[in-house]
C-alpha cells in the first residue's frame, strides 16, 4: 500500500513562512507527480501547485510569486515552501501523488490525511 505522510502545518502570523513536507512510502514502481492541494472552511477543494516528473511546475495563480514547489532526491517527497502568507492562505492542505505501482498498470491518484495551515491577521 502507498501512503503519503505530510508534515510542517500549524498557526503562522501574516506575513510569514511555512514549508510543507510531504514524503511516499510503500510500492512505488514510477512517480508521475506530486503536488498540495487546499480546502479552506466552506470551499471546495483546490490546486495550489504540482510538479511532475520533469519538474514541470503548475501553481494557483493567487500564490505564484510566494510559493514554491519543489521535490526531494528520492523523488518520492515533495515540498512547499510557503512565503508572505495571508489570511486568505488558511486551509487544510493536502499532499498529491499520481503514481504507477507496477510495470504495465496505469497511474493511480494518492492523498494524504491534510495539514491544517492557519495564518493569523
Known amino acids: 500500500q502507498v501512503q503519503l505522510v505530510e508534515s510542517g502545518g500549524g498557526l503562522v502570523q501574516a506575513g510569514g513562512s511555512l514549508r510543507l513536507s510531504c514524503a511516499a512510502s510503500?510500492?512505488?514502481?514510477?512517480?508521475?507527480?506530486m503536488g498540495w492541494y487546499r480546502q479552506g472552511p466552506g470551499e471546495q477543494r483546490e490546486l495550489v501547485a504540482t510538479?511532475?516528473?520533469?519538474?514541470?511546475?503548475n501553481y494557483l495563480d493567487s500564490v505564484k510569486g510566494r510559493f514554491t514547489i519543489s521535490r526531494g532526491n528520492a523523488k518520492n517527497a515533495v515540498y512547499l515552501q510557503m512565503n508572505s502568507l495571508t489570511p486568505e492562505d488558511t486551509a487544510v492542505y493536502y499532499c498529491?501523488?499520481?503514481?504507477?505501482?507496477?510495470?504495465?498498470?496505469?497511474?493511480?491518484?494518492?492523498w494524504g490525511q491534510g495539514t491544517q495551515v492557519t495564518v493569523s491577521s
Open positions: 498529491y501523488a499520481r503514481l504507477v505501482k507496477k510495470l504495465g498498470y496505469g497511474p493511480i491518484d494518492y
Open positions: 510503500g510500492s512505488i514502481f514510477r512517480m508521475d507527480a
Open positions: 510538479i511532475t516528473s520533469g519538474d514541470i511546475t
